[in-house]
């Protein structure tokens, strides 16, 4: 349970409003949309530490701040990216119970 709570609610709002709301919100005032979006996601990509996950993390990043610019809210991007993290933990639990080894 705290694994899940941890992954699916508390990392996403924490990052939202890390990378979203602070990070993002100050690089679109020096650089546009467009390299905010680009420059935060690369962070966001690099703090995630997984040269295995990283097309996937990047792409979610991308689609978070697109999300973010496009509605102008950070709760859209809370609620996909805890959604992503909870199918992520849900998944690799039940890949744990069938014993199935992962590389």
């Not at 349970?1 to 602070?22: D, K, M, N, Q, W």
Request: charged share 10%; proline share 4%; net charge neutral.
């Amino acid at each position: 349970f705290l694994t899940f709570f941890s992954a699916a609610i508390l990392a996403p709002v924490a990052e939202e409003i890390f990378f979203r709301g602070f990070l993002y919100g100050g690089l679109r005032a020096r650089l546009g949309p467009l390299g905010a979006m680009i420059i935060s996601t690369m962070f966001f990509t690099a703090l995630h530490f997984s040269l295995d996950a990283f097309i996937p993390i990047l792409v979610l990043g991308l689609c978070l701040a697109w999300l973010y610019e496009r509605t102008g809210s950070l709760y859209p991007g809370i609620l996909l990216h805890a959604s992503n993290n909870a199918v992520a933990v849900i998944v690799l639990l039940i890949v744990q119970m069938l014993g199935i080894k992962l590389q």
